[in-house]
């Protein structure tokens, strides 16, 4: 999967980023790179969250998908 993300310079200095495919992944470093590292960890986190407000009916089949 790739994702595009948006890295802006932030007012106190430092940088901070997000990635609009990903509503509320956003993270923020004192450098390009370290903006870089936290953004793999953002959306490794933000994919790893489960939906608990969905409840699978009897009928309904639930399977994990990898990306």
């Known amino acids: 999967m790739t994702l ?3 890295i802006h310079d932030a007012e106190e200095g430092g940088f ?3 990635v ?3 509503p509320g992944c956003v993270t923020q ?3 390009i790179a370290e903006v870089q590292a936290n953004l793999r960890e953002a959306v490794d986190l933000w994919l790893s ?5 969905v ?3 009897k009928n309904d089949r639930v399977f ?3 990306v």
């Open 16 to 18: 901070w980023a997000e």
């Open 64 to 66: 994990e998908l990898s």
């Open 49 to 53: 969250v489960e939906d608990e407000t």
């Open 4 to 6: 595009k993300a948006i």
């Open 55 to 57: 409840k699978a009916g």
């Open 29 to 31: 470093g004192e450098t």
């Open 20 to 22: 609009p495919a990903l």
